[in-house]
């Protein structure tokens, strides 16, 4: 570089300096033993793929490492202002990052007594302890007899204590209809449909919740055979959906899937077709459209 730095004008130097840089490449991605016939694509592979896996692990030590840091840093602060409540909440959140749940549930208890209430503190905890229970679960060896049947009793706690939790919050916050949604979700996956019903249908007064709640209503009815009640209520939830999205596709693909239920199979086609025509990878639609056809 500093001949060519004397010498800006040599063109020669300059090919020259670049036929070496690509030797080089060549020669650390294994290239250069291929050409000579000692190496092989399999072991550029080979090298290839160590240097990502390297990276990767690098990245994940250095994640560590700054959460480390940032603990120590945090801890050593909070000495000081044992009242400050965003280094309390940012010590729970980096303990959860490192999964030592005990002492990340231990700052949010002290949070929670200082900041009182807050429905987004609870909702953390509540999250906190419910990766708490995920992570009980991946810790068990797979290869015990058991491993099932405890994986089984580990997501029933998990979901009791969702249940009981959430409940609090509804207790606690009423009004707030995100919480509302949230019970609904949570009764619906417990097999408690009538409840679940009760809080989706407060959850859709509120506007970011209404279309997701119209579904889950509407699946709520499929469940107990209230199949023209599912289909009134996914046929407004489509017209108040303006873009051809997911979520409208979803709704689209319940009401044909409702219409089945319901025996009405050209109907239910009709609805299937809407979605075939513009995304036919969608779910099953084209076995199904493809089976009608093939039966005409």
């Not at 390297?54 to 050593?76: C, F, H, W």
């Not at 729970?92 to 749940?101: S, V």
């Not at 029933?156 to 979700?185: H, S, W």
């Not at 086609?269 to 099953?284: A, C, P, R, T, W």
């Amino acid at each position: 570089m500093d001949l060519l730095r004397e010498n800006p004008n040599d063109g020669e130097l300059k090919m020259a300096l670049k036929d070496l840089s690509a030797r080089k490449t060549l020669d650390e991605g294994g290239y250069g033993a291929l050409e000579s016939g000692e190496g092989s694509y399999r072991d550029i592979l080979r090298n290839k793929e160590e240097a990502v896996s390297l990276e990767q692990q690098n990245k994940v030590q250095k994640s560590e490492d700054v959460t480390e840091r940032l603990i120590g840093e945090y801890e050593a602060r909070l000495q000081a202002e044992p009242g400050n409540l965003k280094l309390l909440r940012s010590l729970a959140e980096l303990y959860t990052l490192k999964k030592q749940f005990d002492k990340a549930l231990a700052y949010y208890d002290q949070l929670k007594t200082l900041a009182g209430g807050d429905p987004s503190l609870d909702q953390a905890i509540a999250a906190t302890r419910t990766r708490q229970f995920d992570f009980q679960a991946e810790q068990l060896n797979p290869f015990e007899a058991d491993h099932a049947a405890k994986v089984e009793q580990l997501k029933a706690e998990k979901l009791n204590f969702q249940i009981t939790e959430c409940q609090k919050r509804v207790e606690k916050y009423p009004t707030d209809l995100a919480i509302r949604f949230e019970m609904g979700q949570l009764y619906f996956q417990g097999g408690k449909i009538g409840e679940a019903i009760q809080e989706f249908q407060k959850a859709q007064s509120n506007p970011h919740k209404r279309l997701a709640s119209m579904s889950y209503l509407a699946q709520c009815f499929a469940k107990r055979k209230m199949f023209d009640l599912a289909a009134r209520t996914l046929q407004n939830a489509i017209k108040e959906k303006a873009v051809f999205d997911d979520e409208k596709k979803d709704l689209i693909y319940q009401l044909g899937c409702v219409l089945e239920g319901m025996g009405k199979r050209e109907e239910a086609v009709e609805q299937f077709k809407l979605i075939y025509e513009s995304d036919i990878g969608y779910k099953d639609v084209a076995a199904k459209v493809d089976a009608f056809y093939a039966g005409q």
